[in-house]
């Protein structure tokens, strides 16, 4: 156990380059969240419902995360900051980042079941901070979600959502294999521009020019009568 514990303080500092020693990760709010987790989980599974909701909420008063006793979650996970809501369905696996103010929320079920109605995050995801993942979706191995980015759809293995809401963009083959990328996406963002906005201003300006062309040609003067007269007279 006390391996394991070992293991899983250094997978954080491997993240995060603030902590100077172990001992100041063990202050971190999300390594008390997840500790305190897996206390309520065991009672969950147990179906001591009560006391696994009291642990939560204790975890919650102390934490300001949320987790809910019924989410499952895999190893070394590591929660950057606080202000974090899990539900009750989401599924985590191995080495997941998230950063602060995210939501791993579910949906309202048509049926009135429960059912599964909060995400699954595949091993090695990163949720940049203020995100919002919503309903039964799978987030694939090692895609990132950018911060404030709002996904509602199944995202691809190793793509990088951005926006709201969010799309996808493709991200370099160096990028894609470093193991590690803070608050889920490079300074320097991988996102494809959106000319949408550029192309419509672009087709609005040559239909104004032709307008302007037809309107052009309907103003020129006609041809004098006593000119044309004229002309004929002189030949």
């Not at 897996?38 to 006391?51: D, G, I, K, P, T």
């Not at 080495?95 to 995400?119: A, D, F, M």
């Not at 052009?216 to 030949?235: I, V």
Request: hydrophobic fraction near 40%; glycine fraction near 8%.
């Amino acid at each position: 156990m006390f391996e394991r514990l070992i293991s899983y303080l250094d997978s954080v500092r491997a993240r995060d380059p603030a902590p100077r020693s172990r001992w100041e990760i063990l202050l971190y709010p999300g390594v008390w969240a997840l500790g305190l987790h897996r206390v309520a989980h065991w009672l969950f599974e147990s179906e001591m419902f009560f006391l696994a909701r009291f642990v939560n909420h204790f975890s919650r008063w102390i934490t300001a995360i949320d987790i809910h006793p019924g989410a499952t979650i895999g190893k070394n996970f590591f929660i950057d900051h606080g202000f974090t809501v899990i539900g009750e369905t989401a599924e985590i696996g191995d080495n997941v980042t998230i950063y602060q103010c995210v939501t791993l929320g579910g949906t309202n079920p048509t049926s009135g079941e429960g059912g599964k109605r909060h995400p699954t995050l595949c091993d090695n995801v990163i949720i940049g901070s203020g995100a919002q993942v919503i309903g039964p979706i799978t987030v694939g191995e090692r895609a990132r979600v950018g911060a404030n980015a709002v996904v509602t759809d199944d995202v691809p293995e190793g793509a990088t959502m951005v926006g709201l809401k969010a799309r996808s963009t493709l991200v370099p083959a160096e990028t894609w294999l470093r193991e590690f990328i803070p608050y889920g996406t490079p300074c320097d963002e991988p996102c494809e521009p959106d000319n949408s906005r550029v192309e419509a201003l672009e087709k609005e300006l040559a239909a104004l020019k032709a307008e302007l062309n037809s309107f052009r040609q309907q103003q020129l003067p006609l041809e004098d009568p006593a000119a044309k007269r004229k002309s004929g007279t002189d030949s």
